[in-house]
């Protein structure tokens, strides 16, 4: 009986291991901004779990609806809590089209899945935004693309990081 609870075990807490982040590098930082959607400086105004179907607009629920073909897992996985919701004020924005004072950034809430877990309230982060979501591969036969979503994305493979005032001046350099 140990036995199959330490198995069971083993696979409930490793389930996420099989869909492990793999970061190579991450890239410097005239690379990462030449590839990157948005980037902001902006504090965490608010912080909290969500589904991944919250993170859909209509659009998005529209393509997710009428697509029979999922399998139960990614089902599941829409019901799940596992996306972070994290809405932060611009502070000054790097690069990217106009912003509203507020922005709503989404990542996976787990490391393990690449999600970027460190923000917390009060705090200046440099956000590097995708308006695709990077999992979204999950959901080919949805045709999922960045217009399907309410918000920005994020993960630990790009700079995302805490305020860094060196950094600051590196993208401002970059900008002209």
Known sequence: MTKYIFILYFLIFNYQSVFACKCELIDDIKTEFNSTD???????ISKENVTFISTLNKKGLKKIN????????????????????????????????????????????HSGTCGYKDFEFGQEYQVYLSKDCYFGFNYKKANLDASSYNGFWTNICTRTKQFSLEEDKELKKLMN
Do not use: P, Q
């Not at 948005?38 to 965490?44: L, N």
């Not at 009428?66 to 996985?77: Q, V």
């Open 38 to 44: 948005v980037i902001v400086r902006g504090k965490v």
């Open 66 to 109: 009428s697509n029979n073909a999922l399998d139960n897992d990614k089902k599941e996985f829409l019901k799940n809590e596992d996306i972070l919701r994290i809405e932060i004020e611009v502070l000054y924005t790097y690069k990217g089209k106009r912003l509203r004072k507020n922005i709503i950034v989404y990542t996976n809430r």
